[in-house]
């Protein structure tokens, strides 16, 4: 019998095998339908906008956050709304017909970039043909979805710099040029080893250029007390990645009597000083997203939620449950504009003024704000607790949180790591152990949060400053190991931009991924020394020699 759908482009996959009814994320099959058609229409309109390039044509930049909000959109817990995907499909079809005028050479153009439609018959239709299991040969398979959920993983990070206004050429021709290569059906193996390790190396790229606009824009993260108790003021909750629509709620915000709070990856705004401005920007509330559903509830006040990390709700806060640009939710109001437009908030602030103040879960502090021009500036402090001894290890723990108990493992792994061991985090894994009380050697806490998931290069540069100050030749000869926990596509990007900087002995959890075939999880574990998580007391031994 056919699959309603077929998606495994997330941890939590069914069986790990993969989702054929409702994604385990709560997408409807028909959502994930149509997201396999906007992905194969931005296939078409990549193919089209690389010919342009090659004859010299140039593609102007709102077709390329075209693509790029195309992917973005497609990433796990993004938007549920089947009305969204229509209508991107629609969009991208107008622009593939507008290009395809100008294009001189037409011949040999894939099904892909020639498929046009206005029926949305016939969009299902076509929809039922173009999914992931349209690639009969599992190896070839595996990588083309390797590679493509490294893109979406990379257009999340593309679509927050263009946000800020910042943008690079090179990463979208790159983007675009990936894409209408995994439409070529002569593509070998080896060739796709190959574009994936190329897929890595403009991941850092587009990272880099991230890293850049936050910091241009806000300034450089500093090492700050985050509250995590309530004020007696009405609140509203952010949620998500954007920092942009963060900038212009607190903007509009200013004197109304609404405090703001974050939550999930948001929390590292608090770290940026061009925020500590904001008098009622007063703290995080709860912890990683897939625990929204009790704490949206508590929380009393309306929620915006500017990217992923959507759990589908609860009624009883569906109608305080707003969502912007990449996010969308069936019956959740949704406020209009795309990347770096000027939003109106308004609705959702006079919806908190009516609202109680948010219930308390919780009360302390936590401490942030290590990323990478904070940790150069302990540098000297680092290397002397290196060199005396006092700082072993340092373990890499970045990426995903989620819902299975397994992920339980990396709470006890934090706990059980010897005192003289550092944690360098990002992502919302950091709730595992942030609110641990791990101490710290000499000053330097044992729990090092450089941002959010976004914000891994900040671990990558430390890693580089490190091989640099030691004189290393191989950044593997660093005391540093990598126990890395994933759940969607940015996570995979991450670890694909790891492994072109020649990073090795990567050990992945609390599952590898459902894509990874059997013969490709086999040229990582063999060239990169991937492998999964054991148990604690396993793992330890590893990591510890």
């Not at 398979?141 to 257009?155: C, D, N, Q, V, W």
């Not at 101490?439 to 990558?460: E, F, M, T």
């Amino acid at each position: 019998m056919e699959n309603a759908m077929f998606c495994y482009q997330c941890q939590e996959t069914a069986g790990c095998t993969g989702c054929t009814k409702v994604g385990v994320c709560g997408k409807p099959a028909e959502v994930a339908r149509m997201q396999d058609l906007l992905i194969y229409t931005t296939k078409g309109l990549s193919e089209i906008t690389t010919r342009l390039r090659a004859e010299g044509k140039e593609v102007e930049a709102d077709i390329n956050h075209l693509v790029t909000l195309n992917l973005f959109t497609t990433i796990t817990n993004a938007n549920f709304d089947n009305n969204v995907f229509y209508d991107r499909v629609n969009m991208t079809l107008n622009v593939k017909r507008d290009l395809l005028t100008k294009l001189d050479n037409k011949e040999n153009l894939s099904e892909a970039a020639l498929w046009d439609s206005e029926n949305d018959t016939e969009f299902d239709k076509k929809a039922r043909t173009v999914g992931v299991l349209a690639t009969e040969n599992e190896d070839i398979r595996s990588l083309r979805e390797l590679i493509t959920y490294g893109l979406k993983g990379m257009a999340a990070y593309m679509k927050h710099a263009n946000a800020l206004g910042y943008d690079e050429e090179n990463v979208n021709t790159f983007m675009q040029s990936t894409l209408a290569k995994l439409l070529d059906e002569s593509i070998s193996v080896d060739a796709l080893i190959g574009l994936t390790l190329e897929t890595g190396k403009f991941g850092v790229d587009g990272m880099a250029l991230l890293d850049k606009a936050n910091t241009s824009t806000y300034g450089n993260p500093e090492i700050t007390k985050v509250n995590i108790g309530v004020g007696k003021n009405p609140g509203i909750l952010i949620s998500g990645h954007d920092l942009k629509d963060l900038e212009a709620l607190l903007e509009q915000t200013k004197g109304t009597g609404i405090d703001v709070y974050t939550h999930g990856e948001m929390l590292p705004a608090h770290y940026y000083p061009e925020f500590k401005q904001y008098d009622n920007f007063v703290g995080n509330y709860g912890n990683a997203w897939w625990k929204q559903k009790e704490e949206f509830e508590s929380f009393n006040g309306p929620i915006l939620m500017t990217t992923n990390c959507i759990v589908p709700p609860k009624d009883s806060y569906k109608d305080k449950l707003f969502t912007t640009g990449s996010a969308g939710y069936p019956g959740c109001k949704h406020i209009a504009g795309e990347s770096g437009d000027k939003k109106d908030f308004t609705e959702i602030i006079e919806l908190a003024k009516k609202c109680q103040a948010p219930t308390e879960i919780e009360t302390g502090e936590i401490v942030g704000g290590f990323a990478h021009e904070q940790v150069f500036a302990l540098a000297d402090k680092v290397v002397d607790a290196v060199k005396s001894g006092a700082i072993k290890k340092f373990f890499v723990m970045a990426g995903c949180d989620g819902r299975a108990k397994s992920r339980n493992y990396y709470t006890e792994f934090a706990k059980a790591l010897p005192k003289d061991a550092v944690i360098l985090t990002a992502g919302c894994a950091k709730y595992k152990y942030n609110k641990l009380d791990l101490g710290d050697i000499g000053g330097i806490p044992r729990v090092l949060d450089a941002g959010q998931c976004n914000d891994s290069y900040s671990l990558v540069l430390i890693a580089l400053k490190l091989k640099e100050i030691f004189e290393l030749q191989d950044v593997n000869e660093l005391p540093i190991a990598y126990n890395i926990a994933w759940y969607e596509q940015k996570a995979v990007i991450v670890l694909l931009s790891l492994l072109y900087l020649g990073v090795k002995n990567i050990h992945l959890g609390p599952t590898l991924p459902a894509f990874l075939s059997p013969n490709v999880a086999n040229v990582l574990v063999e060239n990169f020394g991937i492998s999964g998580i054991g148990t604690v007391e396993d793992d330890l031994k590893i990591f510890l020699g």
